[in-house]
């Protein structure tokens, strides 16, 4: 998912953007992790990126995609850029946690 949101708009209360923002993102999420594994993979890992106002976008956490978006909303940003990207994720042998 790679989308620019737009933050305001006269027909609807910012605090309803956001919420929609939210849920898009949410229900995209859930679509992903909905998919079947390739084989040998563990987990789909999610590469994240955003940016407010068309600044260069930064690579951010997955469990911190709310707080951007809050965060843009408490600034009163006028656009928002999410990139959520699933990638293969593999869990760490016990051997290499011992190390």
């Not at 911190?64 to 990139?83: G, P, R, S, W």
């Amino acid at each position: 998912m790679k989308k620019v949101f737009k933050l305001e708009d006269g027909k609807r209360h910012p605090d309803r953007i956001i919420e929609a923002i939210k849920h898009e993102v949410r229900k995209y999420i859930k679509r992903e992790k909905r998919k079947v594994l390739p084989q040998g993979v563990d987990f789909w890992k999610f590469e994240c990126k955003s940016s407010i106002n068309d600044e260069e976008p930064k690579s951010i956490e997955f469990l911190d995609i709310t707080k951007v978006i809050d965060e843009a909303a408490i600034n009163k940003a006028q656009t928002l850029y999410l990139e959520i990207v699933a990638t293969n994720g593999y869990k760490q042998k016990e051997e290499d946690l011992e190390d």
